[in-house]
C-alpha cells in the first residue's frame, strides 16, 4: 500500500483513539480503490489492533482490480481482450469464476447483463473516453462485436473468444466480487461484526451495537436529499446499488445514463436506481445493472419470482418519484422523513 494510503488510514485511526479497554464502537477505515471510495467499518473495542484486519481487507480490493480493471494494459481481463480471439487462454481461476457468474446472470436476466458490452460502453465514452452519443451506424457496428454467445467458456478458467473484436468488462460485477473477498478476507482475521462497502456495494458481518441489523440507506438518485429509504441489513446478507446518476451525459436537451441496453446499444430508461439483495454481493452488483436494463415492468416480474434476489427499484413519477418495494421486504424498510413529499414506497 503506498504512503498517502497509510497516512489516510492513519488519520481514521488517530481520530478515533485506541485505548484497549474502550467501549465497542464503529470504526472506518477508508481506501481510494476500483475508482471509488471503499471502507471498511469493524466493530472493535482497539481500532489499532483491527488494523491489520482493515488492510488485508483493502489488499483484497487492490488485488481484484489488478486482475480485473479494463483500466490498465497489465490486468488480466487486458490479457484477456488481447489474446482471447487467437486462441483459447488458461485464465486466473478468480477472474473465471466471475465470468462464469456473469455468463450465468446473462441468461436468467434475459440478456440484459451482458459483460461483452464493452465495445458499445467504449463507444459512449464511459470507458477510457470523452462521453458522447455516436452514430447509429457506430452502434451497429459496436453490437457486431457484443454477446454473450461469443464467449466460449470452460469451467474453470478456459476461454475464448468466437469472433477477432469481441471484449469483456466486469465492471458490473467485479467490485461486488471484491465486496466478497473483502468480508471474507475480515472472517479469516477474526472479525465477526462489520460493515464492507464499495461504492454501495455491501456486505454485512454481525450486527453493530444495540442493532440487530446494520442499517443502510439507499441513495437519492437525483440528489436531492443523501437518502430516499433506509432498511436493515442483516449478518451475512449482501446488497447493491446501481443507478444512472453517477456517470451521464447532456447533449440535445437530454440526458444519456451510463448504464447501457447491451441489446440495443442505448443507455437504459425506466427507472434511475435499482438495489438488490442478494446471497453475494458479486450477485447483487450483477443483478442491479440488469435490473436498470430490464426496466420497472420486467424487473418487477422477474425479482418477485426468485426466492433469492430482493429489489427496491425507483421510477420517476409524478408528483414524486415511485419507490417499488418488493414485498417480502415489508418491515424492514422505511421512508426517509425528509423524502416525504418526493417519493412514496409501493410494494410489489
Not at 456473469?102 to 436476466?109: D, N, P, Q, T
Not at 451506424?137 to 462485436?145: D, G, H, N, T, W
Request: hydrophobic share 45%; glycine share 10%.
Amino acid at each position: 500500500m503506498d504512503a498517502t494510503r497509510s497516512i489516510a488510514l492513519l488519520f481514521v485511526i488517530l481520530s478515533v483513539g485506541s485505548s484497549p479497554a474502550a467501549a465497542q464502537r464503529k470504526v472506518a477505515y477508508s481506501i481510494r480503490t476500483m475508482g471509488t471510495q471503499g471502507t471498511v467499518t469493524i466493530v472493535t473495542g482497539d481500532s489499532l489492533a483491527s488494523l491489520p484486519a482493515a488492510r488485508a481487507a483493502h489488499g483484497e480490493w487492490l488485488r481484484v482490480d489488478s486482475l480485473m480493471s479494463n483500466w490498465t494494459r497489465t490486468s488480466e481481463v487486458a490479457r484477456i481482450n488481447r489474446d482471447a480471439a487467437a486462441e483459447s487462454l488458461a485464465i486466473d481461476p478468480e477472474v473465471g469464476r466471475v465470468i462464469e457468474t456473469a455468463l450465468r446472470i446473462h441468461g436468467e436476466s434475459r440478456g440484459a447483463f451482458d459483460i461483452t458490452i464493452e465495445p458499445v460502453v467504449r463507444l459512449w465514452g464511459f470507458l477510457g473516453g470523452s462521453p458522447r452519443v455516436p452514430a447509429d451506424e457506430e452502434i451497429r457496428r459496436a453490437l457486431a462485436l457484443t454477446g454473450a454467445e461469443r464467449v466460449e467458456f470452460d469451467p474453470p478458467d478456459r476461454v475464448f473468444f468466437r469472433k477477432e473484436g469481441v471484449r469483456i468488462d466486469l465492471g458490473g460485477i467485479a467490485k461486488g466480487y471484491g465486496v466478497d473477498r473483502a468480508a471474507a478476507s475480515l472472517r479469516e482475521n477474526g472479525v465477526t461484526c462489520a460493515l464492507v462497502d464499495l461504492s454501495g456495494n455491501m456486505t454485512a458481518l454481525g450486527s453493530p451495537p444495540g442493532r440487530e441489523a446494520w442499517v443502510v440507506g439507499v441513495r437519492d438518485p437525483r440528489d436531492r436529499i443523501p437518502s430516499l429509504v433506509r432498511l436493515e441489513l442483516p449478518g451475512g446478507g449482501s446488497i447493491a446499488t446501481s443507478g444512472n446518476y453517477e456517470i451521464f451525459l447532456s447533449h440535445g436537451g437530454k440526458t444519456y445514463g451510463h448504464i447501457l441496453d447491451p441489446r440495443t446499444g442505448w443507455p437504459a430508461e425506466g427507472l434511475i436506481s435499482a438495489t438488490v439483495l442478494a446471497p453475494s454481493a458479486m450477485e447483487a452488483d450483477a443483478w442491479a445493472t440488469a435490473f436498470i436494463v430490464l426496466g420497472p415492468d420486467e424487473a418487477k416480474s422477474l425479482a418477485s419470482g426468485r426466492a433469492d434476489l430482493s429489489g427496491i427499484f425507483i421510477e420517476p413519477g409524478q408528483p414524486g418519484d415511485v419507490i417499488w418495494v418488493e414485498t417480502v421486504l415489508r418491515g424492514t424498510v422505511e421512508i426517509e422523513p425528509a423524502a416525504e413529499g418526493v417519493a412514496r414506497i409501493v410494494f410489489f
